[in-house]
């Protein structure tokens, strides 16, 4: 055994290497094994064609959950852009008119509502549904980097019982079309509780509400922000601020078991020993590997993603169906296709019964008009835009049994963008200079071959509300801080950890704190 380290980190995600800065600058002696060649998990950026100088975030893409005292705390040297537009959504049954939500315009947001839906309300609507999540936001996101609160104390704080209820208690669905009338709008608001999640408006599991929940409270706004220099920069100046604080940070090394003596053992035969072990991977996956060291395991059930993404090069923006609005309007903030409510709660039963959703939900939108610094020279000069796709209610059941592979999800996705654009998307891809398409689409198989994502599920599980029910155990650093893997001195920092999920730093963070507690004691 090599010499025993006070924290070993598994794996080397933006989340581990938030736990790592932490805890190296508190003093402590820490190790990060990464099992890829390089850091930084799904919140990467790459070039994914070869003679294309376009640097892409691959899977991660925009920024809403990391708070501002993890970037103050640490020093990190992140730029994050706000969009001027929030949404545009085309009509499915008429492409021609659609929805365009402009930040900075009220009356010119009322009067797209108006054309395209006919109703002058709805605009107003809408204004309102958004206000009144607003107390969600800025009761409950200053409080994901401390100690959990109680549920009685997270209701209380909020002090809007009928809120609270409708949140926690009720479909969200329900909230939903009680706010609002017009399927299109209402299907706006909904997909913010699909984002990697598989389930239907009136799912009475409520992972819907979870969802949408952590997409309303970011950065107590729920405003969702693009990283300059794309997602690789924001792991960047994480993987800069561990090593400047002396924490050890290793790729190429693939743990394959953690005993119960808290050695962690590596695929060429060493083994590295912590008084604390931190987990960076998915609760599911450090089952395994507790289970392979002879330890107790975490009893995580296998997660599930939900969604393709498919990333792509245009030589230019594609032409809409609907000549009143700017094409670079529409494309900078999301982009909703297909996504009513009537047809999202669809493709879900399609899905659920076997079957490929046609038409496929999807969104898009485009990181190179918030931020050309992503395409080389050249690129820019020639009009150049990124578009990346976010495909809905595909589970990864269908990948595993081969009911769908990535060019079928690939197809079901082009299908379903061509039918609200004015050209077809094939048109305007960029090519290579072997004449490729500059077209990568990543389905939930790709991300568990290659990220270590079980069922390709970007959180690693379903999430959790954000507070501790009033009768959970909080004895413990690690029950209080949320991140017990339910194995003494083993602690969830990754997205499985409670208030995980998204790129938010935040179960690093509270895994530091936890180990820090930890170690004192």
């Known amino acids: 055994m090599s010499a025993i380290r006070d924290v070993v980190i598994i794996g080397g995600g933006?989340?581990?290497?938030?736990?790592?800065?932490?805890?190296?600058?508190?003093?402590?002696?820490?190790?990060?094994?990464?099992?890829?060649?390089?850091?930084?998990?799904?919140?990467?950026?790459?070039?994914?064609?070869?003679?294309?100088?376009?640097?892409?975030?691959?899977?991660?893409?925009?920024?809403?959950?990391?708070?501002?005292?993890?970037?103050?705390?640490?020093?990190?040297?992140?730029?994050?852009?706000?969009?001027?537009?929030?949404?545009?959504?085309?009509?499915?049954?008429?492409?021609?008119?659609?929805?365009?939500?402009?930040?900075?315009?009220?009356?010119?947001?009322?009067?797209?509502?108006?054309?395209?839906?006919?109703?002058?309300?709805?605009?107003?609507?809408?204004?309102?549904?958004?206000?009144?999540?607003?107390?969600?936001?800025?009761?409950?996101?200053?409080?994901?980097?401390?100690?959990?609160?109680?549920?009685?104390?997270?209701?209380?704080?909020?002090?809007?019982?009928?809120?609270?209820?409708?949140?926690?208690?009720?479909?969200?669905?329900?909230?939903?079309?009680?706010?609002?009338?017009?399927?299109?709008?209402?299907?706006?608001?909904?997909?913010?509780?699909?984002?990697?999640?598989?389930?239907?408006?009136?799912?009475?599991?409520?992972?819907?509400?979870?969802?949408?929940?952590?997409?309303?409270?970011?950065?107590?706004?729920?405003?969702?922000?693009?990283?300059?220099?794309?997602?690789?920069?924001?792991?960047?100046?994480?993987?800069?601020?561990?090593?400047?604080?002396?924490?050890?940070?290793?790729?190429?090394?693939?743990?394959?078991?953690?005993?119960?003596?808290?050695?962690?053992?590596?695929?060429?035969?060493?083994?590295?020993g912590a008084r604390v072990v931190l987990s960076g991977v998915g609760a599911a996956l450090l089952d395994r590997l507790l289970r392979a060291g002879g330890a107790a395991g975490t009893g995580a059930p296998l997660p599930e993603g939900a969604q393709i993404k498919v990333n792509m090069l245009l030589s230019r923006l594609p032409r809409l169906r609907d000549a009143s609005v700017d094409p670079r309007a529409a494309f900078a903030g999301t982009f909703h296709i297909n996504e009513t409510l009537t047809q999202v709660d669809a493709a879900y039963d399609r899905a659920a019964s076997g079957g490929i959703p046609d038409p496929l939900p999807a969104e898009i939108y485009c990181h190179s008009l918030t931020d050309p610094s992503i395409l080389g020279p050249e690129l820019r000069a020639s009009g150049a835009q990124t578009l990346t796709l976010f495909g809905l209610q595909v589970p990864h059941r269908l990948v595993a049994d081969g009911t769908a592979d990535r060019d079928a999800l690939w197809e079901a996705a082009r299908r379903s963008l061509d039918s609200v654009l004015a050209e077809p998307i094939a048109d305007v891809l960029y090519r290579t200079p072997d004449g490729e398409p500059c077209v990568e689409a990543r389905t939930t198989g790709d991300l568990e071959r290659d990220l270590g994502m079980l069922g390709g599920d970007i959180f690693h599980g379903d999430l959790s509300w954000p507070w501790a029910a009033d009768d959970e155990p909080l004895e413990t650093p690690a029950q209080r801080w949320g991140v017990s893997s339910g194995v003494d001195g083993v602690l969830l920092c990754g997205s499985s950890a409670r208030r995980g999920g998204a790129v938010s730093g935040i179960g690093g963070h509270n895994a530091a704190m936890a180990a820090l507690e930890m170690l004192a004691g």
């Open 14 to 272: 933006h989340n581990a290497l938030v736990a790592a800065a932490y805890l190296a600058r508190a003093g402590r002696t820490v190790t990060v094994l990464e099992r890829q060649d390089h850091v930084g998990g799904a919140a990467v950026s790459e070039r994914p064609w070869a003679g294309v100088d376009a640097r892409l975030s691959r899977y991660s893409y925009l920024v809403s959950l990391l708070p501002r005292t993890v970037i103050d705390d640490l020093g990190l040297r992140i730029r994050l852009e706000r969009r001027r537009y929030s949404s545009y959504t085309p009509l499915p049954d008429d492409p021609g008119r659609g929805i365009l939500i402009d930040n900075a315009d009220a009356a010119a947001t009322a009067a797209s509502f108006a054309r395209a839906t006919g109703d002058t309300d709805e605009a107003g609507r809408f204004a309102r549904f958004s206000e009144r999540t607003a107390p969600l936001a800025a009761t409950l996101f200053p409080t994901v980097t401390a100690p959990l609160r109680r549920e009685h104390d997270a209701r209380a704080a909020v002090g809007d019982d009928a809120l609270w209820e409708a949140m926690t208690a009720r479909p969200l669905g329900e909230f939903i079309s009680e706010g609002l009338r017009t399927d299109v709008a209402r299907g706006i608001a909904f997909t913010d509780g699909l984002i990697g999640t598989f389930a239907r408006s009136d799912d009475a599991t409520l992972r819907q509400n979870r969802c949408f929940l952590y997409h309303v409270i970011g950065g107590g706004t729920g405003d969702w922000d693009v990283p300059v220099g794309g997602m690789g920069a924001v792991s960047g100046e994480l993987e800069r601020a561990a090593r400047a604080a002396g924490a050890e940070i290793r790729t190429g090394a693939e743990v394959v078991a953690v005993s119960p003596d808290g050695a962690v053992d590596l695929a060429d035969g060493e083994r590295v």
